[in-house]
């Protein structure tokens, strides 16, 4: 077995992910077997006295089967700094790196050892790659100093043990990572002739159409091979060349990936990599927490009129965690399905919420709030404290969480969010739709609704900027999503009593501009509810007494619909 140890010697590795931004503060651990070999690639050529052909050899038969990885833990860490670009004006920089933690640097060293367990180098081979190893002065970016050497064995018990996934499955635990890797020769072949077969019927048929253009004779068999033979010396035709590729050039010709590469996968385990929490930052109380706030690790975050596809998937992806948390037992408890021991529907609202936290300023989410009345149980909040989370689905980009807060609605709620509260869970009077209600009933045109004693409702008339009154009992009808939504009011905060309902055209402004509620998405994907039959809309609600949230009423109310923030009364700060 061939084994290629990399120790870091400021036990820090700065490195972006492939199809990641620097700025996103994603971060790669361990270094990708794609990144170690054009590592050997670069200092074969450019510092050793081996020869190209020699160099080429040795990376050919390393990049012909996938290598196992053992990776010692590490922490998570990010540093922002102005870069400046003469003559323009600075530009902020995320580096999010790795960092052994300072209680395991006295004992041992960022450590990771790449083992090929069917590999046997000759000894020319050997003593080449040995050679490129030993000049090995980083890996990654340039402040990531290492050390490289080989050996017949790992030896390191305190390093954890990463395999190439080969299916798509979703089995065992962790969170999965991918970077390219060079096809085999069997397969690169294969796929070249495909590509460059491709490549040249689609360039005869932009030749053939300008033939047809200006009307002179066209022949298509020579211009086809022409065309096959230009597309194949473009092609990569082995491991070595598809390493040598140039990423500039693959960026500005729309690659994804390299030509000639497939995307390797390994299962990275929870403890590989954690996060870290400042002392008091998640808040721990006597009573079941009832809310977790989960922000979005990203910098490319999801548009708040996507909050319900993304409520339903976070949703899945809760119980799932919760279930691997409680060893797969399949029993979640009512808290977080809803339904009883006989698959009925509970009664009430008891479970599980997942509401989405707009940006301050921005049209996206910034957050998640995770909210079960009954109590978190044991199991979700073991899982929601693993540092590896990751919301992830198909023809979706993933999105890293971070648990920031847990606790109840009266911890977690209020008007300053420079501390992590959050206005969703505020007490407040005054109550302003982040998403727009969508009722349960069908209108019934002709029949006035039985409003409350001094109730005032107004509406805003379309194309008007202001409010205009109308009669309640002229004006709201039974079923309509103003009655509808004092209705669900009624029965789901007791003691709280409207004095004011204003029917808006679109929800709150945010970043300046006002969303029609027609732009938010408000059909689920999976599962059923009862839907009314009218438009969604917006409100803003005013009560007698300040109401505790959060407030999230009619369809997909437990998928981020029908959502309320609170209004304070004055600006914060102010008498």
Partial sequence: MLTLHVRFQQNQFHATP???????GVVEWPPSPWRLLRTL???????????????????????GSAPDIWASPVTVAQSRHYLPVWPEKTVKVLDTFCVLSARDTMSHAAHVVYAWPALELDPADYATLSEIAALVTFVGRAESWATCWLDSGVAQPDLLHLTPETGRGHSGEGDVVGAPWPLTPPELEAWREAAAHDAASRQVKRERDRAAASAKSFKEDKAFAKALLRALDALPATPWEVLGADTAALQKAGWSLPPGAMTLRYRRPPQLLASPRPAGQIRVTERRPTTARLLIASRVRPQVQRSLPYAERLRRALLYWTDAADGRRGELPDALTGRCADHTLAIGHEHLHVLCEPEKG???????????????????????????????????SDLPLVLAHMGTTQELGG?????????????????????????TRHSKPGRLANLPPGLRVTQTEPGSGGPAPSANEARVVQGDPADDLLRLLALNLEGATPIALHRMQHVHPIAGRPIACSEFRTQRRHGGGTRGGAFPCAFRITFAEAVRGPIALGFGAHFSLGLFRAVPDAPPGEP
Wanted: hydrophobic fraction near 45%; charged fraction near 20%.
């Fill in 18 to 24: 492939w199809s990641h931004q620097v700025n996103e």
């Fill in 41 to 63: 690639v670069s200092v074969g050529l450019s510092r050793s006295g081996q020869a190209p052909a020699a160099v080429e050899t040795v990376v050919n038969k390393l990049a």
């Fill in 362 to 396: 921005r049209p996206r989410i910034g957050a998640f709030l995770i909210h079960v009345p009954a109590g978190i149980p044991p199991a979700m909040e073991r899982a929601l404290r693993n540092p590896g989370l990751v919301l992830r689905e198909a023809e979706e």
């Fill in 415 to 439: 008007f300053r969010g420079d501390l992590g509260q959050s206005t969703l869970l505020a007490a407040a009077r005054v109550w302003e739709s982040v998403t727009p209600f969508v009722g």
